[in-house]
C-alpha cells in the first residue's frame, strides 16, 4: 500500500510541466482497479492505532475501493488528496504528500494529544474549552506518507484574501503591482546597497541588520501594514455569522483554539508560522496548525533569516478581539494554557526523549550538512543574533 502511494507522488513529479490528471488511473492502475472483496487479506483505513489501548483489528474500518477521482493541490510539495471508499460505508479522505519526513509531524500531533489530556484534566481549561484540533499523520516511507483530510477548513491566507473587495487588492499590489513582498524587497535592496535583479534576500538581510536602525524597519512595517485592511478577519467571520450571537460564537471558538495553539507551538519551538501554515474551520471558527517542518527551535537557531517572533498576534487577530484587544479572553486562555502544562513537564519531556533516540531523515541530513560546512572551522554559525536585533534603538 505504502510503495502504491510513493507512486502517486512520483508519477506526479513526472508530469508536472503537463496538463494536471485527475483521475487516480494515471497515477495508479493498481490503485484504481483495487476491490476489497477480491483482496485475500484485508487493508485498513489508515489512522486506527491510537497508541493508548490495546489495538483491535478485527473492530477496523476496511478498504473497498479508491474513488476514481484525485484532488491537485497548488502546492510546493504537489500534494494530491485521495478518497477512500470503507466497508462501514464511509468516505475517508487523505492528503499524499511526498519529498517530505513526516515523522516529525506525526510526533508533534502525537505531543498535542499528550497536551490535550494535560488540558482536559485541567479544571480551568476544560471549563473554557481550551484544545487543539488534531489530525491523523501517517508516514509511509522517509519520503511519502499520507494525512488525515480536515473537511470544511482552508488555509488562513485564503481565508482573509476572500473578503478583499477589488480596490482593495489592487492597494495591496501597490502602484507599481508588485505586491508587498515586491515593496519590501525594493527597500531591502536599498539599504543593502545591492541590486534589485541580483539580490540574494538572505545576504541583503544581513547587510540590513547591520546598518537599519528599529525605528527605521518599525516604519516600513507600518507602511506596508497600513496598505491592507486590518478588518479582513472580523470581516469574514462576519460573512459566516448568521446573527450577532453567532458571529460572538465563532469569535470564542477562534479566539481560544489560537491562544491554545499558540502556546502550545511556542513550547515545542515550532515555527515557519506563515499563513499557509495556519487552517481556519468554516464551520467552527477553530485554528488548526499544520505542517511542522521547523519544530523546536530550528527556525530560530538554523535559518539565515532567523525567526525571532514567538507567536502570531497582528492586527487582523487584535481587531477581531476589539475592544478588549489582547488583554481579555486571549489573554486569559494563554494563561489557562501555559499554566496546566507547566505543572506537566515530565509527561512533555518523556514523550519529546523519543525525538532525542530517533531523529528524522530531515534532522539527519541538516545535521550532516552543517557537520560539512564546519568541518576545520572555527567560526560561529552564520546566524543572526536576537539579541543583538532586539537591544537596537
Known amino acids: 500500500f505504502g510503495k502504491h502511494m510513493g507512486e502517486i507522488s512520483r508519477r506526479w513529479n513526472d508530469r508536472k510541466r ?18 476489497g472483496e477480491e483482496q485475500t487479506r484485508k487493508i485498513e483505513v489508515p489512522g486506527q492505532y491510537g497508541g493508548w489501548n490495546k489495538p483491535l483489528p478485527e473492530y477496523h474500518v476496511k478498504i473497498s475501493s479508491f474513488d476514481s477521482s ?11 488528496r485521495i478518497i477512500i471508499h470503507a466497508d462501514d460505508g464511509k468516505e475517508y479522505k487523505f492528503l499524499v504528500k511526498g519529498g517530505e519526513d513526516l515523522r516529525l509531524d506525526q510526533r508533534v500531533e502525537q505531543l498535542f494529544r499528550i497536551m490535550n489530556d494535560v488540558l482536559g484534566a485541567d479544571a480551568a481549561c476544560r471549563r473554557r474549552g481550551l484544545a487543539l484540533k488534531t489530525y491523523e499523520v501517517i508516514p509511509m516511507t522517509t519520503r511519502v506518507g499520507i494525512i488525515e483530510w480536515v473537511d470544511d477548513a482552508e488555509p488562513l491566507k485564503n481565508f482573509l484574501e ?10 495591496a499590489a501597490g502602484k507599481s503591482g508588485e505586491g508587498l513582498g515586491g515593496l519590501y524587497k525594493v527597500w531591502l535592496s536599498k539599504l543593502a546597497k545591492v541590486k534589485l535583479e541580483t539580490m540574494d534576500t538572505n545576504d541583503a538581510y544581513k547587510k540590513m541588520f547591520r546598518t537599519a536602525s528599529r525605528s527605521a524597519v518599525v516604519k516600513k512595517f507600518q507602511e506596508l501594514q497600513s496598505m491592507v485592511p486590518s478588518c479582513l478577519m472580523k470581516r469574514a467571520f462576519v460573512q459566516m455569522s448568521s446573527s450577532p450571537e453567532a458571529f460572538l460564537t ?29 487552517m481556519i474551520s468554516k464551520r467552527t471558527g477553530q485554528m488548526i496548525g499544520i505542517d511542522f517542518g521547523h519544530a523546536f527551535g530550528s527556525a530560530t537557531q538554523f535559518l539565515p533569516m532567523p525567526e525571532l517572533m514567538p507567536m502570531r498576534l497582528t492586527k487582523q487577530i487584535t481587531d477581531v478581539l476589539l475592544p478588549l484587544k489582547e488583554n481579555g479572553q486571549l489573554r486569559n486562555a494563554m494563561i489557562c494554557t501555559l499554566r496546566a502544562l507547566s505543572r506537566e513537564p515530565d509527561i512533555l519531556l518523556n ?17 550532516r550538512k552543517e557537520a560539512e560546512k564546519q568541518k576545520g572551522s572555527t567560526k560561529l554559525p552564520k546566524t543572526m543574533c536576537a539579541k543583538r536585533w532586539l537591544g537596537r534603538n
Open 351 to 367: 514523550t519529546a526523549d523519543v525525538f532525542v533516540k530517533e531523529p528524522s531523515l530531515d534532522w539527519r541530513q541538516f545535521a
Open 162 to 171: 476572500s473578503t478583499m473587495t477589488q480596490e482593495e487588492i489592487r492597494n
Open 70 to 80: 484525485i484532488l491537485l493541490l497548488k502546492s510546493i510539495r504537489l500534494s494530491k
Open 250 to 278: 465563532l469569535r470564542s471558538h477562534f479566539v481560544k483554539s489560537h491562544a491554545c495553539l499558540s502556546i502550545c507551538q511556542y513550547i515545542l519551538g515550532i515555527g515557519d508560522r506563515h499563513l499557509s501554515n495556519f
Open 18 to 35: 503537463m496538463k494536471a490528471p485527475r483521475n487516480i488511473k494515471v497515477f495508479s492502475p493498481w490503485l484504481a482497479k483495487f476491490q
